[in-house]
């Protein structure tokens, strides 16, 4: 990489912030329109009822859920990337991690919106938070939707913070460069930065600080919410295993979902010099270390459903594979098992479009997973007098999709607005500059 | 983090209403409120608290018979009223009948039942007896304020939980007439 | 709701009633917490208060049911002058304080939106026009004067003084005639009571006395005579702890919901049953087993083995029947329902009755002590030359009240067209029926419960109508306009002199006093019952008992026809509860359709659900197919009672009237009109059908099979008897080891595993160690603790519970798409669960309402404490609380937490009804049973005044007080004393799941099996 430069550096990455070309407004105001498309849906099931929705008995949760845990599960990556990557010196992670890191931001803000969505009566959802009030009422400590206000309003309190730490010194480099309005506000937001030994002795111990804050949220926040399932007594959702898998989950998704993004911003913004088959490779190990643990606990589920002999388990978990939703579970499987299992060969881990492709069918694979635990066990109930198949509505999947604009709205405006990679981080693994190479 | 600060701020407050609460001798009557919370709204008739229960000193249950017979206090019913206003045309030291009593004589005469305003509106999710809480010994004042004094009612207590349980958490080990904090009893 | 009371047309701004807003209807929780409301609402005291009425209590009037000719006696619960609930008339010898679900709803028959809302008027264009009362009295008035022809006075049947004012009214008139059309008037059944015992009446039927009971068709626990009685006395003997006796053995071609109450279901032919009956007296009298004599019948030709070949029933099977039919004496054999509406059913009466006589059951479980006095009915046969009066033109006038001959009769009767050329058409009807939209005039009575009267039920027991409330619309009572048209035309002599139809009542029943008074008080005068006596007459000999010929087309099958548990024979179309009360054994709602056997299905190409058409040399019917595994495969089924073209838009339409289609056939007998009487073709329509239905989806995952899991449970009678009790009848039926049999072990591939991939070990047991559940602590200063057992012996699935359940606690009803999403609201369900065990068929009914459990899973996972556990021992739920996270629901191992997904409507006047001690939900609300926690808080209301403690039985729910069969025992499991708490100890007793340590409050008993010894 000698041709590499920091003046090099600098200039690649800022020229991302340049004024937006044609196609990111059009990829813009497309986004915007399934947005407001969701929105709508929203605002139509908040005036008739829930009703709008396909839910009934006994599935009373279904798709939001589905997608409040499946965005969780995207954010954990980012900050396994920014904070326990950073923790372990991992170097590989300098060019990736602001992106994963404002990944997880938007995807907690996503994830956020939908417990508020699933409320019958979303106009008293303060209800939830604990506040003195007239009435002397505190919310229900015991129960795990409580344990999820505090995991993911923490969750989203840390990241944010993190992530606005990492970005001063790069904001700083944007400023520079910067005019007009851009220029007041990098200014702002730069905090005043000029790069001297003290800032940066503070700055590094600031956020060796905030990553070890940030460490055990990976773990935590997504256990917590596994809790919503393994504290309920439902065959198919009450087991021990729940945690640990779940968190495996979040990290083997929220890797996915970094490919995903980084792939295509790799090539519109031809940034091949930074993102190398080494990401890929590193990346595509974790992808199939989190798969196989993934793989372990689905087989752990039905060996203990087969073994406890408890005949409701045993029960919901054949109809898991073979009931009318087992197509749903056999894809989960496909893509989660199966198709991760091809990062066994190195020369596939460096196959950028290869990588693209499998983190796509990650992704459908952990959203169809938690759509088969929360839809399929609630259908397959205890009681088989009221055992009923769910039929989401256009409302349902308008929302879902409308939540994947929402998240690309915030990305969108992200890559355009703040350096969407780390520079700083990038000139540490640079060679320190010379004399000759500046003159030459 | 905001959480935490609301936790702990929601326990101080709780902390200070509790002590305030068991300052209190009386439990079950603990004084009564006069600050007006609500309008003054004007009736169809006239008709004053302060006149027939401050002045001329009516007992409440007189006109509001079943209020210790029915989760309802009752309106009285317009014969209640005309049963003493056959008799009684005009107000004292007036030469002239009054007009108030007249509309009421003609509400009477066409059959027409008096279109009150009501001015204590409980919450339609919540229930309240008064046959329970009269049979108790808590005064009307308590909770209707100085009703005796009022030309035109106003409201002296919002109908809000904080001042139901207020009463019911000081009068929980009161040894005649336990209270009881359960949800059902207001919430069916 | 002021302004809705003010929206209402001006005769019910007339009522002076306190319109109180927070006890009246719209409690809405959507409402949420106005800190101070904006005084918007008025309060408007009575001028002049009624007696006995205090706003915010109760007040009960004594009347009687008149949903169907049985005449129990209610009490109807008024609030500030609406009547709000119907319960049973404990002092009732009929229904002794229960009713049916049909009664139940009667009140929506009183709040129903379609009403005639005043008197109206045909127009020149054909639309009606609403008149006032003197302008319609005066036109009746003229038309009777100058009828211009005979007059015709088509009534329902009638009993007591209103039957009297009709027939004096009649006979007024000079050339009039008063027609009486009852669709089931049980002709059939006094006519063969003729023949066999010279008394054309319907006799005691005492059940309690059966020391087994053959039924062949008669649905007693659904549509005959007098269900609540007889769910009552059958409950009295073959339910509860009654072990040794009382077994029920069906006869029926279709497994109606008395057939699945039976200890063994006959499939036979249909027609076919006085065949049968007669084939297994012949058994009895052959065997010298007889203890009664057989009318002079020779009973040989009818021997097992001669019409085994016809009734469709092996020879031995009949046989085998026959001996435990003489061995469990006394016998008694009752033949109603399809079987006596077939060309055979006088005969099939007639030889029900030589079995009960062999049988030995004369005299005891069936005697005329007491009989049941339908007034003058007349046979659909006796109609015909009515009708071809009108047909001739010579009718000038036709009155019609209380029936609905348009819709009820067989279209090929033609009485619509004949009705066309009478000249003035008057109808008295309530509800805008198929018949009055035919009618140039409609003088719309009172509702029953708006009315006085008095009916007869059975001799000696005769029991009053008196108005609970003022008429909710412009309506008058009937007898009073007929009194008045009396005085107009100078008539008025004998009873019709009467000033008011309520002076005529009082006259007939021995004028104004104390009698009188006692009377209204009581809900009318009651005797003692009188033991009777019956005996056979000779001379039976003379009757050759043939299966009947069953027109159409010989290819076709045969249509069985049944009265419709819900709809009856149409009068229930019309109101939501019954409509979305699932039918008790196929759990349809709002809908109409045929039964098919599944093998038949497969043959027929046909999945649950498709919409097909019922072919007959008479007409066409459009219904949808549902696979009936309780049916012969050789027969179709259809009830009756839906297909309105009347009656109100929203009950139009719901598959096909069957009785319009039917052919107009006899009983050669007794000229009842023959409703089994044809065969039929089936094709598909290819139209596009839905149909919607609780539980057992084939294609929802859903189960009518309990695969294993306990929730019905069943214990051999054997196993009860004292000699042979098993230590611990409640380890875990759940374990492939365990008894899955009697918990219903059939269905769940899981459970049935090949051995070599079954599970090692069996299921967890179930943890006896603490009898309170572990978190009870915090309630043990509490004074009651709140328990209901459920005796599945008793229970047999008549779903009243289910309609007065929703009746006091305001639950919405939401109509048929919403239900096939699975979102109905009842808080209260019965399961129907099917068992079949060497290829007999068992079906077992278990009402699941909350559970109230000990440690329940819902309590604790609500993030805002809208559901938390209150000291005594309720799961109560505070709907203004909830905010719809649903999650109490998903982990609510019953699943009897119903969400309000929408707002729903009680269209105006229905929601007069609603109970003002209950929070009406409004949507994105959790709501369940509550165990009627405002009668809780009623009980220990009264119990405060008079200081002491709520005895024991003095607190009621709503579904234990209508329970005919007595199932359900509700009360304080604290009072070592109360009945409760004995049973919950009892030997049957067990928890459905109990292995999920909920530990429910409520206990069921298991069901009794009788295997019916050879």
């Given at each position: 990489?000698?041709?590499?430069?920091?003046?090099?550096?600098?200039?690649?990455?800022?020229?991302?912030?340049?004024?937006?070309?044609?196609?990111?407004?059009?990829?813009?105001?497309?986004?915007?329109?399934?947005l407001?498309?969701?929105?709508?849906?929203?605002?139509?099931?908040?005036?008739?009822?829930?009703?709008?929705?396909?839910?009934?008995?006994p599935?009373?949760?279904?798709?939001?859920?589905t997608?409040?845990?499946?965005?969780?599960?995207?954010?954990?990556?980012g900050?396994?990337?920014?904070?326990?990557?950073?923790?372990?010196?991992?170097?590989?992670?300098?060019?990736?991690?602001?992106?994963?890191?404002?990944?997880?931001?938007?995807?907690?803000?996503?994830?956020?919106?939908?417990?508020?969505?699933?409320?019958?009566?979303?106009?008293?959802?303060?209800?939830?938070?604990?506040?003195?009030?007239?009435?002397?009422?505190?919310?229900?400590?015991?129960?795990?939707?409580?344990?999820?206000?505090?995991?993911?309003?923490?969750?989203?309190?840390?990241?944010?913070?993190?992530?606005?730490?990492?970005?001063?010194?790069?904001?700083?480099?944007?400023?520079?460069?910067?005019t007009?309005?851009?220029k007041?506000?990098?200014?702002?937001?730069?905090?005043?930065?000029?790069?001297?030994?003290?800032?940066?002795?503070?700055?590094?111990?600031?956020?060796?600080?905030?990553?070890?804050?940030?460490?055990?949220?990976?773990?935590?926040?997504?256990?917590?919410?596994s809790?919503?399932?393994?504290?309920?007594?439902?065959?198919?959702?009450?087991g021990?295993?729940?945690?640990?898998?779940?968190?495996?989950?979040?990290?083997?998704?929220?890797i996915?979902?970094?490919?995903?993004?980084?792939?295509?911003?790799?090539?519109?913004?031809?940034?091949?010099?930074?993102?190398?088959?080494?990401?890929?490779?590193?990346?595509?190990?974790?992808?199939?270390?989190?798969?196989?643990?993934?793989?372990?606990?689905?087989?752990?589920?039905?060996?203990?459903?087969?073994?406890?002999?408890?005949?409701?388990e045993?029960?919901?978990?054949?109809?898991?594979a073979?009931?009318?939703?087992?197509?749903?579970?056999?894809?989960?499987?496909?893509?989660?098992?199966?198709?991760?299992l091809l990062?066994?060969?190195?020369?596939?881990?460096?196959?950028?479009?290869g990588?693209?492709?499998?983190?796509?069918?990650?992704?459908?694979g952990?959203?169809?997973?938690?759509?088969?635990?929360?839809?399929?066990?609630?259908?397959?109930?205890?009681?088989?007098w009221?055992?009923?198949?769910?039929?989401?509505?256009?409302?349902?999947?308008?929302?879902?999709?409308?939540?994947?604009?929402?998240?690309?709205?915030?990305f969108?405006?992200?890559?355009?607005?703040?350096?969407?990679?780390?520079?700083?981080?990038?000139?540490?693994?640079?060679?320190?500059?010379?004399?000759?190479?500046?003159?030459? | 983090?905001?959480?935490?600060?609301?936790?702990?701020?929601?326990?101080?407050l709780?902390?200070?209403?509790?002590?305030q609460?068991a300052?209190?001798?009386?439990?079950?009557?603990?004084?009564?409120?006069?600050?007006?919370?609500?309008?003054?709204?004007?009736?169809?008739i006239?008709?004053?608290?302060?006149?027939?229960?401050?002045?001329?000193?009516?007992d409440?249950?007189?006109?509001?018979?079943?209020?210790?017979?029915?989760?309802?206090?009752?309106?009285?019913n317009?014969?209640?009223?005309?049963?003493?206003?056959?008799?009684?045309?005009?107000?004292?030291?007036?030469?002239?009948?009054?007009?108030?009593?007249?509309?009421?004589?003609?509400?009477?005469?066409d059959?027409?039942?008096?279109?009150?305003?009501?001015?204590?509106?409980?919450?339609?999710?919540?229930?309240?007896?008064?046959k329970?809480?009269?049979?108790?010994?808590?005064?009307?004042?308590?909770?209707?304020g100085?009703?005796?004094?009022?030309?035109?009612?106003?409201?002296?207590?919002?109908?809000?939980?904080?001042?139901?349980?207020?009463?019911?958490?000081?009068?929980?080990?009161n040894?005649?007439?336990?209270?009881?904090?359960?949800?059902?009893?207001?919430?069916? | 709701?002021?302004?809705?009371?003010?929206e209402q047309?001006?005769p019910?701004?007339?009522?002076?009633?306190l319109?109180?807003?927070?006890?009246?209807?719209?409690?809405?929780?959507?409402?949420?917490?106005?800190?101070?409301?904006?005084?918007?609402?008025?309060?408007?005291?009575?001028?002049?208060?009624?007696?006995?009425?205090?706003?915010?209590?109760?007040?009960?009037?004594?009347?009687?049911?008149?949903?169907?000719?049985?005449?129990?006696?209610?009490?109807?619960?008024?609030?500030?002058?609406?009547?709000?609930?119907?319960e049973?008339?404990?002092?009732?010898?009929?229904?002794?304080?229960?009713?049916?679900?049909?009664?139940?709803?009667?009140?929506?028959?009183l709040?129903?939106?379609?009403?005639?809302?005043?008197?109206?008027?045909?127009?020149?264009?054909?639309?009606?026009?609403?008149?006032?009362?003197?302008?319609a009295?005066?036109?009746?008035?003229?038309?009777?004067?100058?009828?211009?022809?005979?007059?015709?006075?088509w009534?329902?049947?009638?009993?007591?003084?209103?039957?009297?004012l009709?027939?004096?009214?009649?006979?007024?008139?000079?050339?009039?005639?008063?027609?009486?059309?009852?669709?089931?008037?049980?002709?059939?059944?006094?006519?063969?009571?003729?023949?066999?015992?010279?008394?054309?009446?319907i006799?005691?039927?005492?059940?309690?006395?059966?020391?087994?009971?053959?039924?062949?068709?008669?649905?007693?626990?659904?549509?005959w005579?007098?269900?609540?009685?007889?769910?009552?006395?059958?409950?009295?003997?073959?339910?509860?702890?009654?072990?040794?006796?009382?077994?029920?053995?069906?006869?029926?071609?279709?497994?109606?919901?008395?057939?699945?109450?039976?200890?063994?279901?006959?499939?036979?032919?249909?027609?076919?049953?006085?065949?049968?009956?007669?084939?297994?007296?012949?058994?009895?009298?052959?065997?010298?087993?007889?203890r009664?004599?057989?009318?002079?019948?020779?009973?040989?030709?009818?021997?097992?083995?001669?019409?085994?070949?016809?009734?469709?029933?092996?020879?031995?099977?009949?046989?085998?029947?026959?001996r435990?039919?003489?061995?469990?004496?006394?016998?008694?054999?009752?033949?109603?329902?399809?079987?006596?509406?077939?060309?055979?059913?006088?005969?099939?009466?007639v030889?029900?009755?030589?079995?009960?006589?062999?049988?030995?059951?004369?005299?005891?479980?069936?005697?005329?002590?007491?009989?049941?006095?339908?007034?003058r009915?007349?046979?659909?046969?006796?109609?015909?030359?009515?009708?071809?009066?009108?047909?001739?033109g010579?009718?000038?006038?036709?009155?019609?009240?209380?029936?609905?001959?348009?819709?009820?009769?067989?279209?090929a009767?033609?009485?619509?067209?004949?009705?066309?050329k009478?000249?003035?058409?008057?109808?008295?009807?309530?509800?805008p029926?198929?018949?009055?939209?035919?009618?140039?005039?409609?003088?719309?009575?009172?509702?029953?419960?708006?009315?006085?009267?008095?009916?007869?039920?059975?001799?000696?027991?005769?029991?009053?109508?008196?108005p609970?409330?003022?008429?909710?619309?412009?309506?008058?009572?009937?007898?009073?306009?007929?009194?008045?048209?009396?005085?107009?035309?100078?008539?008025?002599?004998?009873?019709?002199?009467?000033?008011?139809?309520?002076?005529?009542?009082?006259?007939?029943?021995?004028?104004?006093?104390a009698?009188?008074?006692?009377?209204?008080?009581?809900?009318?005068?009651?005797?003692?019952?009188?033991?009777?006596?019956?005996?056979?007459?000779?001379?039976?000999?003379?009757?050759a008992?043939?299966?009947?010929?069953?027109?159409?087309?010989a290819?076709?099958?045969?249509?069985?026809?049944?009265?419709?548990?819900?709809?009856?024979?149409?009068?229930?179309?019309?109101?939501?509860?019954?409509?979305?009360?699932?039918?008790?054994?196929t759990?349809?709602?709002?809908?109409?359709?045929?039964?098919?056997?599944?093998?038949?299905?497969?043959?027929?190409?046909?999945?649950?659900?498709?919409?097909?058409?019922?072919?007959?040399?008479?007409?066409?019917?459009?219904?949808?197919?549902?696979?009936?595994?309780?049916?012969?495969?050789?027969?179709?089924?259809?009830?009756?009672?839906?297909?309105?073209?009347?009656?109100?838009?929203?009950?139009?339409?719901?598959?096909?009237?069957?009785?319009?289609?039917?052919?107009?056939t006899?009983?050669?007998a007794?000229?009842?009109?023959?409703?089994?009487?044809?065969?039929?073709?089936?094709?598909?329509?290819?139209?596009?059908?839905?149909?919607?239905?609780?539980?057992?989806?084939?294609?929802?995952?859903?189960?009518?099979?309990?695969?294993?899991?306990?929730?019905?449970?069943?214990i051999?009678?054997?196993e009860?008897?004292?000699?042979?009790?098993t230590?611990?009848?409640?380890?875990?039926?759940?374990?492939?080891?365990?008894?899955?049999?009697?918990?219903?072990?059939?269905?769940?591939?899981?459970l049935?595993?090949?051995?070599?991939?079954?599970?090692?070990?069996?299921?967890?047991?179930?943890?006896?160690?603490?009898?309170e559940?572990?978190?009870?602590?915090?309630?043990?200063?509490?004074?009651?603790?709140?328990?209901?057992?459920?005796?599945?012996?008793?229970?047999?699935?008549?779903?009243?519970?289910?309609?007065?359940?929703?009746?006091?606690?305001?639950?919405?009803?939401?109509?048929?798409?919403?239900?096939?999403?699975?979102?109905?609201?009842?808080?209260?369900?019965?399961?129907?669960?099917?068992?079949?065990?060497?290829?007999?068929?068992?079906?077992r009914?278990?009402?699941?309402?909350?559970?109230?459990?000990?440690?329940?899973?819902?309590?604790?996972?609500?993030?805002?404490?809208?559901?938390?556990?209150?000291?005594?021992?309720?799961?109560?739920?505070?709907?203004?609380?909830?905010?719809?996270?649903?999650?109490?629901?998903?982990?609510?191992?019953?699943?009897?937490?119903?969400?309000?997904?929408?707002?729903?409507?009680?269209?105006?006047?229905?929601?007069?009804?609603?109970?003002?001690?209950?929070?009406?939900?409004?949507?994105?609300?959790?709501?369940?049973?509550?165990?009627?926690?405002?009668?809780?808080?009623?009980?220990k209301?009264?119990?405060?005044?008079?200081?002491?403690?709520?005895?024991?039985?003095?607190?009621?729910?709503?579904?234990?007080?209508t329970?005919?069969?007595?199932?359900?025992?509700?009360?304080?499991?604290?009072?070592?004393?109360?009945?409760?708490?004995?049973?919950?100890?009892?030997?049957?007793?067990?928890?459905?799941?109990?292995?999920?340590?909920?530990?429910?409050?409520?206990?069921?008993?298991?069901?009794v099996?009788?295997?019916?010894?050879?």
């Amino acid at each position: 990489m000698s041709t590499l430069t920091y003046k090099k550096v600098n200039e690649d990455f800022l020229s991302l912030l340049r004024n937006p070309t044609k196609a990111w407004y059009v990829l813009f105001v497309l986004d915007l329109l399934v947005l407001a498309f969701g929105a709508a849906c929203w605002i139509y099931q908040i005036q008739t009822g829930m009703g709008a929705a396909g839910k009934m008995r006994p599935v009373m949760w279904a798709l939001y859920i589905t997608d409040f845990v499946f965005w969780v599960g995207i954010g954990h990556a980012g900050t396994l990337i920014s904070a326990v990557l950073f923790l372990f010196r991992s170097r590989f992670r300098n060019a990736i991690y602001r992106t994963a890191e404002g990944m997880t931001v938007f995807a907690v803000m996503t994830a956020g919106l939908f417990p508020l969505i699933h409320l019958g009566r979303v106009w008293f959802f303060y209800w939830l938070l604990p506040y003195p009030n007239q009435r002397g009422l505190w919310p229900n400590f015991r129960s795990p939707l409580e344990w999820d206000v505090f995991a993911v309003s923490t969750y989203l309190t840390i990241s944010s913070v993190f992530f606005f730490v990492g970005l001063i010194p790069d904001l700083a480099v944007a400023r520079e460069s910067a005019t007009g309005l851009r220029k007041k506000i990098y200014t702002l937001a730069s905090l005043g930065w000029r790069g001297t030994n003290t800032q940066w002795k503070h700055y590094n111990n600031a956020y060796i600080y905030f990553a070890a804050l940030a460490t055990p949220l990976v773990f935590s926040v997504h256990s917590v919410v596994s809790w919503d399932f393994a504290m309920s007594v439902n065959p198919g959702w009450h087991g021990t295993i729940f945690a640990p898998y779940f968190v495996a989950g979040a990290i083997f998704s929220g890797i996915g979902m970094v490919i995903t993004l980084m792939v295509p911003m790799r090539k519109i913004f031809g940034l091949e010099k930074y993102l190398t088959d080494w990401h890929f490779d590193s990346m595509g190990k974790i992808l199939l270390f989190t798969s196989l643990i993934v793989t372990y606990a689905y087989a752990t589920e039905m060996f203990m459903a087969w073994y406890s002999g408890n005949p409701f388990e045993k029960s919901v978990f054949w109809d898991r594979a073979f009931g009318p939703l087992g197509w749903a579970y056999w894809v989960m499987v496909l893509c989660n098992c199966l198709i991760p299992l091809l990062c066994i060969k190195k020369t596939v881990r460096t196959n950028v479009w290869g990588m693209f492709i499998i983190s796509i069918f990650v992704n459908i694979g952990m959203w169809f997973e938690r759509f088969v635990i929360i839809v399929q066990s609630l259908s397959h109930n205890f009681d088989p007098w009221v055992w009923r198949q769910y039929h989401p509505t256009l409302v349902d999947v308008g929302i879902s999709i409308g939540s994947f604009a929402w998240f690309g709205m915030f990305f969108l405006l992200f890559i355009k607005f703040l350096p969407a990679m780390a520079i700083v981080e990038i000139k540490e693994i640079l060679p320190v500059p010379r004399k000759k190479a500046r003159a030459a | 983090m905001l959480l935490g600060f609301a936790v702990v701020a929601g326990g101080l407050l709780f902390a200070a209403t509790s002590l305030q609460a068991a300052k209190t001798t009386d439990t079950i009557n603990p004084g009564i409120p006069t600050k007006a919370v609500g309008p003054a709204i004007t009736q169809p008739i006239a008709y004053s608290h302060q006149l027939h229960a401050g002045k001329l000193g009516m007992d409440c249950g007189y006109c509001h018979t079943n209020v210790g017979k029915s989760a309802i206090a009752n309106i009285p019913n317009v014969s209640t009223c005309m049963g003493c206003h056959n008799y009684v045309k005009k107000a004292a030291g007036q030469t002239q009948p009054s007009p108030e009593i007249a509309k009421l004589t003609k509400y009477y005469e066409d059959g027409v039942s008096i279109p009150w305003v009501n001015i204590h509106q409980l919450p339609e999710h919540a229930n309240f007896n008064h046959k329970r809480h009269v049979k108790a010994g808590v005064a009307c004042q308590t909770c209707h304020g100085p009703i005796q004094t009022m030309p035109v009612v106003y409201p002296v207590k919002k109908l809000i939980m904080a001042n139901c349980i207020d009463c019911h958490k000081a009068n929980r080990e009161n040894v005649n007439t336990p209270t009881n904090l359960d949800c059902v009893v207001c919430h069916k | 709701m002021s302004d809705e009371i003010n929206e209402q047309p001006l005769p019910l701004r007339r009522r002076e009633f306190l319109k109180l807003v927070g006890v009246a209807t719209a409690a809405g929780a959507g409402a949420g917490c106005l800190e101070f409301p904006p005084p918007n609402e008025l309060i408007q005291p009575y001028v002049t208060a009624p007696e006995n009425i205090i706003p915010g209590v109760a007040t009960y009037y004594a009347s009687t049911c008149r949903e169907c000719p049985a005449a129990c006696g209610l009490h109807v619960k008024t609030r500030e002058g609406r009547a709000i609930k119907l319960e049973g008339n404990p002092a009732h010898p009929v229904n002794l304080g229960s009713l049916c679900a049909r009664g139940q709803s009667a009140l929506q028959g009183l709040y129903n939106p379609d009403r005639h809302a005043s008197p109206k008027q045909r127009q020149a264009d054909g639309t009606f026009k609403e008149i006032t009362w003197e302008e319609a009295e005066k036109l009746l008035a003229e038309k009777l004067a100058a009828p211009g022809g005979a007059i015709q006075f088509w009534t329902g049947q009638e009993t007591g003084t209103r039957a009297a004012l009709y027939d004096a009214f009649v006979g007024a008139l000079g050339s009039a005639e008063r027609v009486v059309h009852e669709p089931f008037a049980w002709e059939a059944l006094r006519e063969g009571n003729r023949l066999a015992f010279g008394r054309a009446e319907i006799p005691t039927y005492d059940f309690a006395a059966a020391g087994s009971v053959f039924t062949f068709g008669a649905d007693f626990l659904e549509t005959w005579i007098s269900p609540v009685e007889y769910a009552r006395t059958f409950a009295a003997r073959h339910g509860g702890d009654k072990l040794e006796l009382g077994r029920l053995i069906t006869f029926e071609p279709r497994l109606s919901l008395t057939g699945s109450n039976a200890d063994e279901w006959v499939a036979i032919k249909p027609g076919t049953e006085a065949l049968a009956a007669l084939a297994m007296a012949q058994v009895i009298v052959a065997e010298g087993l007889a203890r009664g004599s057989t009318g002079g019948l020779d009973l040989t030709p009818y021997a097992p083995a001669n019409v085994a070949e016809q009734v469709g029933v092996p020879a031995d099977v009949l046989g085998r029947l026959a001996r435990e039919f003489a061995a469990n004496g006394p016998g008694l054999a009752i033949a109603g329902g399809i079987a006596a509406q077939s060309a055979r059913a006088t005969h099939a009466v007639v030889a029900a009755n030589i079995l009960t006589s062999v049988g030995g059951g004369l005299g005891t479980a069936l005697h005329f002590g007491r009989t049941l006095d339908l007034g003058r009915t007349q046979s659909t046969r006796e109609l015909v030359p009515a009708i071809e009066r009108m047909n001739g033109g010579t009718v000038g006038v036709l009155l019609v009240h209380g029936t609905n001959p348009a819709y009820s009769l067989p279209g090929a009767l033609g009485f619509e067209t004949a009705a066309k050329k009478v000249a003035f058409k008057v109808s008295f009807s309530i509800d805008p029926d198929e018949t009055s939209q035919l009618c140039d005039l409609i003088l719309p009575d009172n509702h029953p419960l708006e009315s006085w009267g008095d009916a007869q039920a059975w001799t000696g027991v005769r029991s009053l109508l008196q108005p609970a409330m003022r008429p909710v619309f412009r309506t008058k009572s009937t007898p009073d306009v007929l009194l008045a048209a009396a005085k107009t035309l100078g008539k008025a002599q004998g009873m019709l002199a009467a000033a008011t139809w309520r002076d005529a009542l009082t006259a007939a029943w021995g004028g104004p006093g104390a009698a009188w008074d006692a009377a209204l008080a009581a809900g009318g005068s009651f005797a003692a019952p009188a033991p009777g006596t019956a005996t056979l007459a000779g001379g039976l000999g003379s009757l050759a008992f043939t299966a009947p010929e069953l027109g159409g087309d010989a290819a076709g099958t045969p249509l069985v026809v049944y009265a419709s548990p819900n709809m009856y024979d149409g009068r229930g179309a019309n109101k939501p509860w019954l409509q979305e009360l699932p039918d008790p054994v196929t759990k349809v709602v709002w809908d109409h359709w045929v039964e098919i056997h599944p093998d038949t299905m497969k043959q027929l190409g046909l999945k649950r659900g498709d919409h097909v058409a019922l072919k007959t040399p008479t007409g066409t019917l459009e219904t949808a197919a549902y696979d009936y595994i309780g049916i012969r495969p050789d027969v179709f089924a259809v009830g009756t009672g839906q297909g309105h073209t009347a009656v109100g838009g929203r009950y139009w339409k719901r598959g096909g009237n069957v009785a319009g289609f039917l052919p107009a056939t006899y009983d050669e007998a007794s000229g009842a009109l023959a409703y089994v009487a044809v065969r039929t073709s089936l094709n598909k329509t290819g139209k596009k059908y839905k149909l919607a239905y609780l539980g057992g989806d084939p294609y929802t995952g859903g189960q009518s099979r309990q695969m294993g899991r306990g929730i019905a449970q069943a214990i051999p009678l054997t196993e009860l008897r004292p000699t042979e009790h098993t230590e611990d009848k409640r380890e875990s039926h759940m374990s492939e080891h365990g008894d899955v049999e009697h918990a219903g072990g059939h269905g769940d591939p899981m459970l049935h595993l090949p051995g070599f991939i079954g599970s090692p070990v069996p299921a967890d047991p179930i943890a006896h160690a603490a009898k309170e559940a572990p978190n009870s602590a915090y309630a043990k200063h509490a004074k009651y603790k709140w328990g209901m057992v459920i005796d599945l012996n008793s229970c047999n699935g008549c779903q009243a519970c289910v309609v007065a359940c929703s009746a006091e606690n305001n639950v919405a009803f939401v109509g048929k798409e919403q239900v096939d999403k699975g979102r109905e609201m009842m808080w209260l369900r019965i399961e129907r669960y099917y068992e079949e065990h060497d290829g007999k068929l068992e079906v077992r009914h278990v009402p699941v309402m909350c559970q109230h459990c000990g440690a329940a899973p819902c309590e604790s996972v609500c993030p805002v404490y809208a559901t938390y556990h209150n000291p005594e021992g309720l799961n109560a739920m505070i709907y203004n609380r909830c905010v719809g996270t649903r999650y109490c629901s998903n982990n609510c191992p019953y699943k009897v937490r119903a969400f309000n997904w929408f707002h729903y409507d009680f269209p105006v006047p229905l929601n007069w009804q609603l109970n003002p001690d209950v929070t009406v939900r409004d949507k994105g609300v959790m709501e369940k049973c509550s165990f009627c926690v405002q009668r809780i808080r009623d009980a220990k209301d009264h119990a405060k005044d008079e200081a002491r403690d709520v005895r024991d039985g003095e607190m009621v729910t709503a579904c234990q007080q209508t329970c005919p069969a007595r199932a359900i025992v509700f009360g304080d499991l604290k009072d070592p004393e109360s009945r409760v708490t004995k049973l919950v100890e009892h030997e049957r007793g067990y928890k459905i799941f109990e292995e999920i340590n909920t530990y429910p409050a409520v206990t069921y008993l298991k069901k009794v099996t009788r295997d019916v010894p050879v």
